[in-house]
C-alpha cells in the first residue's frame, strides 16, 4: 500500500492505538508515571504529623505522610505481613502510627514496624528491615512529588527544568511564591479520555477560537491560534480593557507582590510532564495535576491559590475560579469528544498537527522515547 507524502505544513500525531490500547497505557504506567517524577499532593494536604493521603501512582498506591520532624515521607502502601492495603481510605490522620487492618502489624510514620501480634516472640524479624518500603518524596512549589524509581531521575533536570524550558529561568515563577499561596478552591474532574489528548489539548490553542469565547476575551491573542506555551518565556497579554484574569474581564483580588512589572496583566502556562500543569496570572496561580487512570480516563485536580488573606479574609473568587473553570469543562468535553475517534479504523494511522501545534510532535517523540518505540512512517 502506498503512502501519500504529507505537505510541509503538516506532520504526523501518534497513532490511535497509543490513545486505545490498554497494553500501551500499561507501559505508559511502567515507563513513565512509574520512573518520573509524579506530583501527589498540595503540601497544606498534609500540614501536620500523621496526615496522609493516598494516591495512584502507576500501577501503585503510595501512602504519603508527614512525620513527626514535619519531613515528608512516601511509601508504598502495602503491609510487608500479607500484602494487604494499608490505607484505604484517600486521605485522612493518624497520631502516632498505620495499623494494617488485616492482622495489625503497626508501623509508625517513619516507616519503621513497631508492633504485631506476637512480635517479641519472634526477635529474629528486624523492625526496619520489615518496615514499610519508601520511596523519593520532596517538596517544591508547594507540592509534593514522589518518583518510585529505584534510582530517581534528576529533580532539577525533569521538573526545575521543564519550568526554566518554558519560562527561561526559574526565578520567573519564584515571583509568585507559590508554596506560600493558599487554596482558594478545588475542582476534580473526571474526564473519560486518554491523558496524553488532555496535555495535547493544553499545550496548544489551535482550537482556543472555537471553544474558549471568555478565554479569547480576556487573552485576545489567544483567538489566533498560537499557545502561550510556543513560545519561551511568552505570556499572553491581556486585553486592553480587561481589568483582570475574570469570567467577565473584572478586577481580579490582590496581586502577588513578587510579580513583575513585565509579568503583570500576562498569563503563562507550563507542563511539566507527565501530568502537571501550570498557569500563572498576577494575582493567582492554577495548578493542575492529572492521575491518569486507565487508557480512557483520567482524573484532574485543580487547584486556585491565592495569596493567603485573600483566603482567610473569605473575598469572593468566584469569577477568576469560573473563567479556568469553564476552559477546563470546555477543554475536557473537547477531549472526550476525540477519545472514540481514536479507535476508528480512519484513525488507525493517526492524524496530523498543523505549524501551531508543531510543538505537540516533540511530545509525541517524548512519548516514544520513554516507550522505546519510534514514530511510524
Known amino acids: 500500500m502506498t503512502s501519500t507524502r504529507l505537505p510541509d505544513s503538516l506532520i504526523p500525531t501518534l497513532p490511535g492505538s497509543a490513545y486505545t490500547d490498554p497494553g500501551i497505557f500499561a507501559q505508559e504506567q511502567e515507563h513513565i508515571f512509574e520512573m518520573m517524577w509524579f506530583c501527589v499532593a498540595r503540601s497544606s494536604d498534609l500540614a501536620t504529623p500523621g496526615a496522609f493521603r493516598t494516591v495512584d501512582v502507576g500501577r501503585e498506591s503510595i501512602l504519603v505522610t508527614r512525620a513527626r520532624d514535619t519531613s515528608i515521607r512516601a511509601y508504598f502502601n502495602v503491609c ?196 502537571v500543569f501550570v498557569n500563572l496570572v498576577p494575582d493567582h496561580v492554577i495548578f493542575h495535576r492529572m492521575y491518569p487512570m486507565a487508557h480512557d480516563r483520567t482524573v484532574v485536580e485543580c487547584d486556585w491559590l491565592y495569596l493567603p488573606h485573600v483566603v482567610a479574609s473569605g473575598k469572593d473568587v468566584r469569577r477568576s475560579v469560573e473563567l479556568f473553570d469553564r476552559v477546563n469543562r470546555q477543554d475536557f468535553e473537547a477531549c472526550e469528544r476525540t477519545q472514540p475517534g481514536m479507535s476508528s479504523r480512519l484513525y488507525a494511522k493517526g492524524g496530523v498537527l498543523v505549524p501551531s501545534e508543531h510543538h505537540i510532535g516533540a511530545f509525541h517523540a517524548w512519548v516514544n522515547e520513554r516507550l522505546g518505540t519510534r514514530r511510524p512512517e
Not at 488485616?102 to 519472634?122: E, I, Q, S
Not at 529474629?124 to 507540592?143: H, K
Not at 508554596?179 to 486518554?194: E, F, M, W
Not at 483567538?223 to 502561550?228: E, K, M, P
Open 80 to 275: 510487608r505481613h500479607r500484602g494487604a492495603r494499608l490505607c484505604t481510605d484517600e486521605a485522612g490522620e493518624v497520631r502516632r502510627a498505620f495499623q494494617c487492618p488485616y492482622h495489625a502489624w503497626t508501623y509508625d510514620l517513619d516507616g519503621k514496624l513497631v508492633a504485631a501480634p506476637n512480635l517479641t516472640r519472634m526477635p529474629d524479624v528486624g523492625r526496619t528491615e520489615y518496615g514499610l518500603v519508601g520511596v523519593a518524596a520532596r517538596e517544591w512549589l508547594g507540592y509534593v512529588w514522589v518518583c518510585l524509581a529505584e534510582n530517581p531521575p534528576s529533580f532539577e533536570k525533569d521538573v526545575i527544568g521543564a519550568v526554566v524550558e518554558r519560562l527561561g529561568d526559574v526565578e520567573s515563577i519564584e515571583h509568585y511564591d507559590i508554596a506560600n499561596l493558599s487554596v482558594g478552591r478545588r475542582i476534580v474532574y473526571d474526564v473519560k479520555a486518554n491523558w496524553k489528548l488532555i496535555v495535547e489539548n493544553f499545550m496548544e490553542c489551535y482550537h482556543c477560537a472555537t471553544i474558549h469565547p471568555e478565554l479569547t476575551e480576556v487573552l485576545p491573542e489567544f483567538a489566533d491560534g498560537y499557545a502561550a506555551q510556543y513560545y519561551v518565556g511568552h505570556g499572553a497579554q491581556f486585553g486592553a480593557e480587561v481589568r483582570g484574569f475574570t469570567v467577565d474581564g473584572s478586577a481580579g483580588l490582590d496581586r502577588i507582590p513578587g510579580v513583575s512589572e513585565d509579568q503583570d496583566r500576562r498569563y503563562y502556562a507550563i507542563t511539566v510532564k507527565p501530568q
